[in-house]
């Protein structure tokens, strides 16, 4: 009995850790705030996210914010990243505070992956429905395939007004009913699940009303097994199977004459997105060299700058990896970019003096920043490509921008 | 056996001691099961079931039902054998649906706010009643493996259409056509899933058109059957006595 008891202790325990184990086991994940341990040189080398627009930065549940902006397909993509042939465009979001109600690319609602061309800058746009009140990191995002997620910057938008349960998501079928996605079907899941959890639980019961264990066990060792099943119980059998084809049959009839129209679910990646026209760039820029000094978390790069447009240009800004480094006093943002990636007064110039349409001139350009800790981009020098790469902003006068690009080696240096 | 017996000592008491034995059998058989079938469901078919818009007409219709025909053919083996019980299937599937149950319940839906909408199980208790009632009336384990596992291949597509066909109503959503189901999952982020992730509608089957989900339930139905074969040999491996002997 002893035996016995310890025995039923100890697979009770495991019985219940088991259960435990495997409901806890899997919950969707719900952070998204991986920016900062991405190595730099995926941040550096693959989409630029740019000319980024919040249309809002507090909500009340079922508003909408929209979030718009550019992406460009860096041409110096890494190598060892599978390039964008499926790719998705996402939202990093800690679960879903928000609805993604809509996407687009280049005007094209985007709810599958598509394919992308290195090189090409698009339009995206992404409307997202407030759905939990609280404060929520929202980070533009590109899954590729292959590739992992590539993370834009993150910005922090507030739900606050109205409540989790009155938020609805209404939609409108081709056959003419209009339903709340939030709880869709509810009861008809519930009515199933339970229909058939009382079946099965009436099948059991139908057996361990009468001993279950020791006596049956007893019986079939002793090589009388045949006597515990009757005529009866094998009856009851034929009727609980009839019974479940039975329901099938009838209750797929139901649902067929209920829901004649159905299609498949969509899927397959999309093609053909359409890029930004982009004129090529007058402004050309060679890098001579580029050192990190790790003390001083600024980097320094010497660049021969030409001019081959119209009109007199100074460098604004240098954006890689989704950090801004301005020059204040060529360019102010004005869009609330997020403060911890935005070094208004992080870029200076040898000589920032207008460049004049035909000139060349070589210039040293500092972009300087805690970000370069913060956001580990500094950790460049310990990839094994270690390249950086980002975006030059230059304007003219009249404040017309010309984008250049810089993809160089980078040569640390520790005093 | 003599240990059994030795611990009672009347007739009356015995009857006791042997009922509390099975209420306390039954716990723990429905709770080790729970726990071990959920695990073994959630590595193997996974995003298949976790997703209403993953139940496709291909993938998921095969997936499941080869997956989940494993422990109850192992457990029928158990119970058959040894104590003549043809339930063996079912205490599988409902452990594993309560399991599920609590899974999405609590985990999808009272921690990440996923509505049970996009994350419910799929049901799989029609299927199991066959192959319990094929095991009792044939008494046969070939039989079980060749006519019950193929009721149960069979029957899991039309036992889960009365909940998923709401899901394939079609909708014109800001130009684009798509299910509701689509819609699901596009509407509620799942920032670590991308879309390309998702694995429907995949496959070599194009030249039945329309048909598919038949052709899809009798492949799975056929691979049920294999897979019986080699859980069952799980099953008899498990089900020894040799400990309870020794006992
Ligand atoms: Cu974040």
Not at chain 2, 227 to 240: E, M
Request: hydrophobic fraction near 45%.
């Amino acid at each position: 009995m002893k035996v016995l008891k310890d025995r039923t202790a100890l697979w009770s325990f495991v019985g219940l850790l088991l259960a435990f184990a495997a409901t806890s086991f899997y919950a969707p994940s719900a952070s998204a705030h991986g920016e900062k341990s991405q190595a730099a040189f995926m941040r550096m080398r693959t989409i630029h996210w740019f000319d980024l627009h919040w249309s809002k930065e507090k909500v009340a549940v079922n508003e909408n914010v929209e979030i718009s902006g550019k992406f460009h397909v860096f041409e110096g993509w890494p190598e060892s990243v599978r390039e964008p042939n499926v790719a998705f465009l996402n939202i990093g979001i800690p679960g879903p505070v928000f609805i993604r109600k809509e996407s687009y690319i280049g005007g094209q609602l985007v709810p599958r992956s598509v394919r992308l061309e290195i090189g090409k800058t698009y339009e995206f746009r992404v409307v997202l429905k407030a759905r939990r009140p609280g404060d929520w990191h929202v980070h533009t995002m590109m899954n590729v395939e292959g590739g992992g997620p590539i993370i834009g910057p993150g910005k922090w938008i507030t739900i606050e007004g109205g409540h989790f349960a009155d938020f609805k998501n209404p939609v409108t079928s081709l056959t003419g009913q209009t339903f709340d996605l939030e709880t869709y079907q509810e009861s008809n899941i519930a009515f199933w699940h339970v229909f058939w959890a009382v079946f099965g639980v009436a099948w059991i019961l139908y057996w361990v009303r009468r001993p279950v264990f020791l006596p049956r066990y007893l019986l079939a060792e002793a090589g009388r097994a045949d006597e515990l099943v009757s005529a009866t119980d094998r009856k009851v059998g034929i009727a609980f199977a009839a019974g479940t084809i039975l329901i099938v049959v009838l209750s797929m009839g139901a649902a067929n004459s209920k829901y004649p129209i159905t299609i498949p679910l969509q899927a397959g990646t999309m093609r053909g997105m359409v890029p930004i026209e982009e004129k090529k760039s007058t402004v050309a820029v060679k890098v001579e060299d580029a050192t990190y000094r790790v003390p001083g978390r600024a980097m320094r790069m010497k660049l021969t700058i030409t001019n081959n447009g119209t009109s007199a240009v100074r460098l604004g800004e240098f954006y890689t990896a989704s950090v801004r480094f301005l020059d204040s006093s060529v360019f102010k943002d004005t869009t609330g970019y997020p403060e911890d990636l935005l070094a208004e007064d992080g870029l200076t110039l040898s000589d920032n003096s207008p460049l004049a349409p035909g000139e060349t001139r070589t210039v040293e350009v500092t972009a300087s920043d805690a970000a370069w800790e913060v956001y580990r981009l500094s950790d460049i020098i310990y990839d094994p490509d270690s390249r950086f790469a980002g975006l030059l902003f230059f304007f003219d006068a009249n404040g017309n921008r010309i984008i250049s690009q810089v993809d160089a080696p980078l040569i640390p240096s520790f005093i | 056996m003599s240990a059994l017996q030795s611990a009672a000592s009347s007739r009356a008491e015995a009857i006791q001691v042997s009922r509390i034995v099975d209420y306390l059998g039954l716990f723990i058989l429905f709770m080790v099961l729970t726990g071990s079938y959920h695990i073994h469901a959630m590595l193997t078919m996974g995003d298949w079931d976790f997703w209403v818009d993953w139940k496709d007409r291909r993938l998921w219709v095969t997936v499941v039902p080869i997956v989940l025909i494993t422990f109850p053919a192992a457990v029928q083996v158990l119970l058959w054998e040894r104590l003549r019980l043809p339930w063996g299937a079912t205490v599988c599937v409902l452990g594993l649906l309560f399991g599920e149950w609590i899974n999405r319940y609590f985990n999808f839906w009272g921690w990440t706010y996923f509505p049970i909408t996009l994350c419910f199980p799929s049901q799989i208790v029609p299927g199991a009643i066959l192959l319990d009632v094929v095991l009792l009336l044939s008494g046969s384990y070939l039989l079980t493996a060749i006519v019950g596992g193929m009721a149960w291949g069979l029957i899991f597509y039309p036992g889960n259409w009365p909940v998923i066909a709401p899901y394939h109503v079609p909708v014109e959503y800001n130009g684009t056509l798509m299910s509701v189901a689509d819609i699901l999952g596009y509407n509620y982020v799942r920032t670590g899933t991308p879309e390309y992730i998702r694995m429907v509608e995949k496959g070599t089957l194009r030249t039945f058109g329309k048909d598919v989900a038949p052709v899809s339930a009798f492949f799975s139905a056929f691979m049920s059957i294999l897979i019986y074969f080699l859980w069952h040999f799980v099953g008899r491996w498990f089900s020894t006595v040799r400990f309870l002997k020794a006992t």
